[in-house]
């Protein structure tokens, strides 16, 4: 039988490993991405799969309504996992590679934001949203994990976190969203 409490020290071993190896030199060029898309009132369009897309969710939130609140003025920002119905119709009469691409060609322009996550790294409806949005002149942000995946290859700017286990690195994912909106609510000037 596994020893819980030495379980529990393995996992967060792993989580402090992933942590360390977050590229800060990385996350602080995406917040100026974000300053830029802020400052020139482009659109910041979010989204992944399984727990990515509740993290794309949740920074949204904070990003929308945290930053925006303390900054004073409001990010354009959505995460492409709300809308159920939309999502479930693409699927359904397209493809579900098409999920996310289909609602960039509504909503994007050039200038805007995407922004991904995912531990693979190689989800082909991530991908496919990906090459669209090079494709249509929007700057790209991949956060993928060790195996870093197609995204890695195709994302003007690339988080990896070191690890393959994907609590360890959806935990440094969720992190990586907290500082990138963090970044504005505990330093509101940054965005004058």
């Given at each position: 039988m596994t020893d819980m409490k030495t379980w529990i020290a393995q996992y967060l071993a792993g989580v402090q490993k992933a942590l360390a190896s977050l590229p800060q030199e990385t996350l602080a060029k995406i917040i100026d991405v974000l300053?830029?898309?802020?400052?020139?009132?482009?659109?910041i369009f979010v989204f992944g799969n399984g727990g990515s897309?509740?993290?794309?969710?949740?920074?949204?939130?904070?990003?929308?309504?945290?930053?925006?609140?303390?900054?004073?003025?409001?990010?354009?920002?959505?995460?492409?996992?709300?809308?159920?119905a939309w999502m479930t119709a693409i699927g359904n009469d397209?493809?579900?590679?098409?999920?996310?691409?289909?609602?960039?060609?509504?909503?994007?322009r050039a200038g805007d934001v995407a922004l991904t996550m995912s531990v693979s790294g190689s989800s082909p409806n991530l991908v496919k949203?990906?090459?669209?949005?090079?494709?249509?002149?929007l700057?790209?942000?991949?956060?993928?994990?060790?195996?870093?995946?197609?995204?890695?290859?195709?994302?003007?700017?690339?988080?990896v976190v070191d690890g393959q286990h994907y609590g360890h690195v959806e935990d440094a994912h969720m992190c990586?969203?907290?500082?990138?909106a963090y970044a504005?609510?505990?330093?509101?000037?940054?965005a004058r």
């Open positions: 300053r830029a898309a802020h400052r020139d009132d482009k659109q897309a509740a993290t794309a969710q949740h920074f949204i939130c904070d990003l929308g309504k945290g930053a925006s609140d303390k900054i004073g003025t409001r990010f354009r920002c959505m995460s492409l996992n709300d809308n159920v397209y493809a579900y590679a098409d999920v996310f691409m289909r609602q960039l060609e509504n909503f994007a949203a990906f090459e669209w949005a090079n494709a249509h002149g700057t790209t942000i991949a956060i993928v994990g060790g195996a870093r995946g197609t995204l890695a290859t195709l994302a003007h700017h690339v988080v990586v969203a907290h500082i990138l504005f609510m505990d330093n509101p000037e940054i």
